[in-house]
């Protein structure tokens, strides 16, 4: 995708009341400015940036000052006036970074890098998967489920691994690379977009070496935004914090083009069906519809893989209504011995302990056996971590675990 730097004030898609007023607040930010630095700064050409210096020296706003050794370098300070503007600006918007787009460019720019109907093929998730020990049934299962783009619950009991497989759904994407802007512009209010939370710059792409590419927008990989019991719905919403007198947006609008993790579901400090209700219409629509505080009302794509996560019964946390309206659900569960056993090898080698062969026995027919606890993928490596931290409290690092130091972990372990 190409995205051309703008050459006027018209190509920004902003109103120049918007441009004035932020370039006003850079120019106080900094005192003195002069025209590269300060196209630097809104990452816009001095073509666009100059004809609006021009008006704020018309306006007595601003003047220029000359410095530097020889006394040729152009600076642009505020003037008493500017100084009084400005740090009314500042009192209503804090905002200060490079030009925003306009949400009509954000719109289309979210929709023609929606992974639409891109197909991800076998090999591509178990790529992605390659350090997680799965069942050949649950890589049929999630296929199709992330292909079909339509929200997806996974479920079962706490250790079973949900999270950890989540977290790697967004390195099926690995090697694609979207566009995030800094911020938009919603008439003239700017919501910041761009999180490096969220937002990972895409390595080895060389974006500020081309001058003819619009800077506003980054290079990045496709998102992961993961929340859990700390979700609040409030961040489902543009919000306005009144001390950095910023607008952030909402989780969402981050995770557009990514994918959106909810884990813990039904743990929040609010009712699942709130959520639920609030995400019926952009679930069904693939459109969300947000308001500014002061009333003002607008759409935005919503182009992400939604996916939620909990060790509570569905049917408990949600109506059939909402259930039907999930393209996917995925329980997963005790796993075969098999599996159990591979995930053993990995985290004795992860820990560097040593056993025979009949101490995996003795973990699986008596341990589980006694206490019916199912083989999930948690046991191993937590049981195994605590067996090593008692071995090297006891300066028996190197030594051959043994079923007693195993019972003591399993029993520090396990509540009874």
Same mark, same amino acid.
């Given at each position: 995708?190409?995205?051309?730097?703008?050459? *006027? #004030?018209?190509?920004?898609? $902003? %109103?120049?009341? &918007?441009? @004035? !007023?932020?370039?006003?607040?850079?120019?106080?930010?900094?005192? *003195? #400015?002069?025209?590269?630095? $300060? %196209?630097?700064? &809104?990452? @816009? !050409?001095?073509?666009?940036?100059?004809?609006?210096?021009?008006?704020?020296?018309?306006?007595?706003?601003?003047?220029?000052?000359?410095?530097? !050794?020889?006394?040729?370098?152009?600076?642009h300070a505020l003037t008493t006036k500017g100084q009084y503007e400005a740090q009314e600006l500042s009192a209503r918007d804090g905002y200060?970074?490079?030009?925003?787009?306009?949400?009509?460019?954000?719109?289309?720019?979210?929709?023609?890098?929606a992974l639409g109907e891109r197909c991800i093929r076998r090999d591509r998730l178990e790529l992605a998967l390659g350090d997680m020990v799965?069942?050949?049934?649950?890589?049929?299962?999630?296929?199709?489920?992330?292909?079909?783009?339509?929200?997806?619950?996974?479920?079962?009991?706490?250790?079973?691994?949900?999270?950890?497989?989540?977290?790697?759904?967004?390195?099926?994407?690995?090697?694609?690379?979207?566009?995030?802007?800094?911020?938009?512009?919603?008439?003239?209010?700017?919501?910041?977009?761009?999180?490096?939370?969220?937002?990972?710059?895409?390595?080895?792409?060389?974006?500020?070496?081309?001058?003819?590419?619009?800077?506003?927008?980054?290079?990045?990989?496709?998102?992961?935004?993961?929340?859990?019991?700390?979700?609040?719905?409030?961040?489902?919403?543009?919000?306005?914090?009144?001390?950095?007198?910023?607008?952030?947006?909402?989780?969402?609008?981050?995770?557009?083009?990514?994918?959106?993790?909810?884990?813990?579901?039904?743990?929040?400090?609010?009712?699942?069906?709130?959520?639920?209700?609030?995400?019926?219409?952009?679930?069904?629509?693939?459109?969300?519809?947000?308001?500014?505080?002061?009333?003002?009302?607008?759409?935005?794509?919503?182009?992400?893989?939604?996916?939620?996560?909990?060790?509570?019964?569905?049917?408990?946390?949600?109506?059939?209504?909402?259930?039907?309206?999930?393209?996917?659900?995925?329980?997963?569960?005790?796993?075969?011995?098999?599996?159990?056993?591979?995930?053993?090898?990995?985290?004795?080698?992860?820990?560097?302990?040593?056993?025979?062969?009949?101490?995996?026995?003795?973990?699986?027919?008596?341990?589980?056996?006694?206490?019916?606890?199912?083989?999930?993928?948690?046991?191993?490596?937590?049981i195994l971590g605590i067996a090593r931290d008692i071995m090297h409290f006891n300066g028996q690092a190197g030594e051959p675990l043994d079923?007693?130091?195993?019972?003591?972990?399993?029993?520090?372990?396990?509540?009874?």
């Open positions: 995708m190409y995205l051309p730097k703008p050459k *006027t #004030l018209a190509d920004t898609g $902003l %109103s120049k009341e &918007l441009l @004035l !007023r932020l370039t006003l607040r850079h120019v106080q930010e900094e005192g *003195t #400015l002069s025209l590269p630095a $300060l %196209s630097e700064r &809104l990452c @816009l !050409r001095g073509s666009v940036v100059e004809p609006l210096l021009q008006e704020l020296k018309t306006l007595q706003l601003v003047e220029v000052r000359a410095s530097g !050794r020889s006394g040729d370098i152009i600076r200060l970074g490079p030009a925003p787009i306009p949400l009509e460019a954000y719109n289309k720019l979210v929709l023609s890098q799965i069942s050949q049934e649950l890589v049929n299962t999630l296929g199709p489920a992330l292909n079909s783009r339509r929200p997806l619950l996974i479920y079962g009991h706490a250790g079973t691994g949900k999270s950890f497989l989540c977290h790697r759904f967004n390195k099926i994407f690995d090697d694609e690379m979207i566009y995030v802007p800094h911020a938009i512009a919603v008439q003239n209010t700017i919501i910041p977009i761009f999180d490096p939370l969220y937002h990972w710059r895409a390595e080895g792409y060389v974006h500020d070496q081309d001058e003819d590419m619009d800077t506003r927008y980054l290079p990045c990989k496709r998102p992961l935004v993961m929340v859990g019991g700390e979700l609040k719905l409030d961040t489902l919403e543009v919000h306005f914090d009144r001390q950095s007198r910023q607008y952030s947006a909402p989780l969402q609008m981050k995770a557009n083009n990514g994918v959106f993790l909810i884990d813990d579901l039904g743990r929040q400090g609010f009712a699942a069906d709130e959520l639920f209700n609030r995400w019926i219409v952009p679930m069904e629509e693939r459109r969300d519809f947000l308001s500014l505080p002061n009333g003002l009302h607008f759409d935005i794509p919503f182009e992400q893989i939604l996916v939620f996560s909990t060790n509570l019964d569905p049917q408990a946390i949600a109506d059939e209504a909402f259930l039907r309206r999930l393209g996917y659900k995925i329980e997963l569960g005790a796993m075969s011995q098999a599996l159990y056993k591979k995930i053993w090898l990995m985290n004795l080698e992860k820990y560097q302990l040593i056993a025979n062969e009949s101490l995996f026995d003795y973990m699986v027919d008596v341990l589980h056996g006694n206490s019916g606890k199912p083989l999930i993928a948690c046991y191993p490596r937590d079923q007693i130091i195993l019972k003591r972990a399993w029993n520090m372990y396990c509540v009874h």
